[in-house]
C-alpha cells in the first residue's frame, strides 16, 4: 500500500499530515509527501522522503509582508494557474504505483493532486483543518483576495453560489486550461473538484465543531496529532526552572509586517502583567528587545511539552497551535492575522479558554487587556477543564479509514 500526501501550505498544513503518515506507516503503508521545500528537515527528522513542491514559501510570504514584491493577490489568476502546472508535474511524477493522494493546502495544487489521482484512476480525499473552509448555511466563504463581497449580500447560501463563480473565474479558468492540454475533460466548478462531495475535516469536535444540520457530508476525524517526544533545550528548561511560568508569544508561520514594533508590544503587555517573556522566533523572527533576565527567546522546540510548562499562549491562531494549547490546558490570547485564523480565535474566546484580540496588530493597551482575560484563574480553571476533552485518536482514525477506503 502506497499513499501520496500533497499539500502546498505553511507549517500548519503539513504537520497534521505528518502525525498521518506516522500513523499510516504503522499500519504497514508506504507514505509520499509532496510539500514545500521549506519542511525538507521536519520531514527527515520521521524518516519521510520529501518531493519538494513549488518555491519556498517562507520567502514568498516574507517578501510580501515587506513589501519586496506586488501583493499576491494582483496576479492571482495568473499565479493559481502556473501553480497547477506546476503542481501536476511534480505530483504526477511520484504517484505512479500509488493506491491514494490525500490533498489539502492551497487550492489549485490540491486541483492538480486531484487531477492526477482522476487520471491514475485511484482514490483522492481532501482535507480541512478547520470547518469554515467547507460549504455551510451555518457560516460563509472566506473572500478571496481582491474579491470582495458584494454590498449587501449577507445570506451564507447566496455567498457560497457566488464563492462558486469567484473560484471558477480566479481559479477554475487555468485547471481547465491545463486539463484541457493534458486530455482530461473541463470541470463545471472548481470548488466542488477540489473539495470532492465528501470531504474529511481533521479538527478537534470540541474545538472546532462540524455545525448540523449540513448540505455537505463532511467525515470528522479528530485534528491529526503528531505525538512529540522530544526534550526541550537545557536552557530553555534553564529558564523555565528559574522563576514563574512565563507568556508564550509567537507567530508561527506568519510572516508578520512591523515585528520588531510587535515584539515590543507583546514584551511590554506581558510584563504590564507581572510575567516573564519566552518569545518564539518562527517565520516572523522575533528578537529580544532588551538583555533583561525575564525575556528569552527560543526557535524550534516542542510545543506540547512547552505548552503545559506557561502562564498562557499568544498566538496567531493556526489550527495546530490553537489545539496544542487547548490540550495543553494553556490559556490562549489570539491575535489572527489571516485564513482560518479568525475562526479559532472566535473559538478560543466561546469557550472561555482564552481572549480574542481585535485585529491582527497588537498595541501594548490592546493585548495587555486580553491577557488579563487569558491570565485570569476562572480561564485557566475553563481551559484546564476543556484540556480534558481533546481527542487525540484523529491521525489512527484517519489512518484506517483511508486504507478502508482503498481496500474496500
Given at each position: 500500500m502506497r499513499v501520496l500526501l500533497v499539500a502546498y501550505g505553511s507549517r500548519g498544513d503539513i504537520e497534521p499530515l505528518v502525525g498521518l503518515a506516522v500513523r499510516l506507516r504503522a499500519r504497514g503503508a508506504e507514505v509520499q509527501v509532496c510539500a514545500p521545500p521549506d519542511f525538507a528537515e521536519l520531514l527527515d527528522g520521521f524518516g519521510l522522503p520529501l518531493v519538494p513542491l513549488g518555491p519556498s514559501l517562507r520567502e514568498l510570504a516574507t517578501a510580501e509582508a515587506t513589501g519586496e514584491i506586488p501583493p499576491l493577490a494582483e496576479s492571482l489568476p495568473e499565479l493559481a494557474a502556473g501553480l497547477v502546472a506546476m503542481a501536476y508535474d511534480t505530483v504526477a511524477a511520484v504517484a505512479e504505483g500509488c493506491d491514494?493522494?490525500?490533498?489539502?493546502?492551497?487550492?489549485?495544487?490540491?486541483?492538480?493532486?486531484?487531477?492526477?489521482?482522476?487520471?491514475?484512476?485511484?482514490?483522492?480525499?481532501?482535507?480541512?483543518?478547520?470547518?469554515?473552509?467547507?460549504?455551510?448555511?451555518?457560516?460563509?466563504?472566506?473572500?478571496?483576495?481582491?474579491?470582495?463581497?458584494?454590498?449587501?449580500?449577507?445570506?451564507?447560501?447566496?455567498?457560497?453560489?457566488?464563492?462558486?463563480?469567484?473560484?471558477?473565474?480566479?481559479?477554475?479558468?487555468?485547471?481547465?486550461?491545463?486539463?484541457?492540454?493534458?486530455?482530461?475533460?473541463?470541470?463545471?466548478?472548481?470548488?466542488?473538484?477540489?473539495?470532492?462531495?465528501?470531504?474529511?475535516?481533521?479538527?478537534?469536535?470540541?474545538?472546532?465543531?462540524?455545525?448540523?444540520?449540513?448540505?455537505?457530508?463532511?467525515?470528522?476525524?479528530?485534528?491529526?496529532?503528531?505525538?512529540?517526544?522530544?526534550?526541550?533545550?537545557?536552557?530553555?528548561?534553564?529558564?523555565?526552572?528559574?522563576?514563574?511560568?512565563?507568556?508564550?508569544?509567537?507567530?508561527?508561520?506568519?510572516?508578520?509586517?512591523?515585528?520588531?514594533?510587535?515584539?515590543?508590544?507583546?514584551?511590554?503587555?506581558?510584563?504590564?502583567?507581572?510575567?516573564?517573556?519566552?518569545?518564539?522566533?518562527?517565520?516572523?523572527?522575533?528578537?529580544?528587545?532588551?538583555?533583561?533576565?525575564?525575556?528569552?527567546?527560543?526557535?524550534?522546540?516542542?510545543?506540547?511539552?512547552?505548552?503545559?510548562?506557561?502562564?498562557?499562549?499568544?498566538?496567531?491562531?493556526?489550527?495546530?497551535?490553537?489545539?496544542?494549547?487547548?490540550?495543553?490546558?494553556?490559556?490562549?490570547?489570539?491575535?489572527?492575522?489571516?485564513g482560518d485564523q479568525p475562526y479559532w480565535a472566535g473559538r478560543v474566546a466561546e469557550l472561555g479558554i482564552g481572549a480574542a484580540h481585535d485585529g491582527p496588530v497588537p498595541t501594548a493597551e490592546s493585548l495587555s487587556a486580553t491577557l488579563k482575560t487569558a491570565l485570569a484563574p476562572e480561564t485557566h480553571a475553563r481551559a484546564a477543564a476543556v484540556a480534558g476533552a481533546i481527542r487525540t485518536d484523529g491521525a489512527e482514525v484517519a489512518a484506517k479509514l483511508l486504507l478502508d477506503t482503498v481496500t474496500g
Amino acid at each position: 500500500m502506497r499513499v501520496l500526501l500533497v499539500a502546498y501550505g505553511s507549517r500548519g498544513d503539513i504537520e497534521p499530515l505528518v502525525g498521518l503518515a506516522v500513523r499510516l506507516r504503522a499500519r504497514g503503508a508506504e507514505v509520499q509527501v509532496c510539500a514545500p521545500p521549506d519542511f525538507a528537515e521536519l520531514l527527515d527528522g520521521f524518516g519521510l522522503p520529501l518531493v519538494p513542491l513549488g518555491p519556498s514559501l517562507r520567502e514568498l510570504a516574507t517578501a510580501e509582508a515587506t513589501g519586496e514584491i506586488p501583493p499576491l493577490a494582483e496576479s492571482l489568476p495568473e499565479l493559481a494557474a502556473g501553480l497547477v502546472a506546476m503542481a501536476y508535474d511534480t505530483v504526477a511524477a511520484v504517484a505512479e504505483g500509488c493506491d491514494a493522494v490525500v490533498g489539502t493546502g492551497i487550492f489549485p495544487a490540491a486541483a492538480a493532486a486531484r487531477s492526477v489521482a482522476e487520471g491514475l484512476g485511484i482514490p483522492y480525499v481532501f482535507v480541512a483543518y478547520f470547518p469554515t473552509y467547507l460549504p455551510s448555511p451555518h457560516h460563509p466563504p472566506f473572500e478571496i483576495p481582491g474579491r470582495p463581497f458584494p454590498p449587501g449580500v449577507t445570506d451564507n447560501r447566496a455567498l457560497w453560489d457566488l464563492d462558486v463563480e469567484t473560484m471558477n473565474v480566479v481559479f477554475g479558468t487555468g485547471l481547465n486550461a491545463h486539463r484541457a492540454s493534458i486530455g482530461l475533460p473541463l470541470v463545471d466548478s472548481f470548488r466542488d473538484y477540489v473539495l470532492t462531495d465528501r470531504p474529511w475535516l481533521a479538527a478537534d469536535p470540541t474545538l472546532g465543531p462540524w455545525p448540523e444540520p449540513a448540505d455537505l457530508e463532511v467525515v470528522q476525524t479528530g485534528a491529526w496529532i503528531r505525538e512529540d517526544e522530544r526534550p526541550l533545550p537545557a536552557d530553555l528548561e534553564a529558564f523555565l526552572d528559574a522563576g514563574t511560568p512565563p507568556v508564550f508569544v509567537g507567530f508561527g508561520s506568519m510572516a508578520v509586517r512591523d515585528a520588531e514594533d510587535v515584539t515590543r508590544a507583546a514584551v511590554e503587555a506581558v510584563r504590564a502583567q507581572g510575567c516573564r517573556v519566552l518569545l518564539s522566533r518562527g517565520w516572523a523572527d522575533l528578537a529580544l528587545v532588551d538583555d533583561q533576565d525575564d525575556c528569552f527567546a527560543v526557535g524550534e522546540v516542542n510545543q506540547q511539552a512547552l505548552f503545559r510548562r506557561v502562564a498562557a499562549v499568544v498566538h496567531h491562531g493556526g489550527a495546530g497551535t490553537t489545539t496544542t494549547a487547548a490540550r495543553a490546558g494553556a490559556p490562549q490570547v489570539v491575535v489572527p492575522q489571516m485564513g482560518d485564523q479568525p475562526y479559532w480565535a472566535g473559538r478560543v474566546a466561546e469557550l472561555g479558554i482564552g481572549a480574542a484580540h481585535d485585529g491582527p496588530v497588537p498595541t501594548a493597551e490592546s493585548l495587555s487587556a486580553t491577557l488579563k482575560t487569558a491570565l485570569a484563574p476562572e480561564t485557566h480553571a475553563r481551559a484546564a477543564a476543556v484540556a480534558g476533552a481533546i481527542r487525540t485518536d484523529g491521525a489512527e482514525v484517519a489512518a484506517k479509514l483511508l486504507l478502508d477506503t482503498v481496500t474496500g
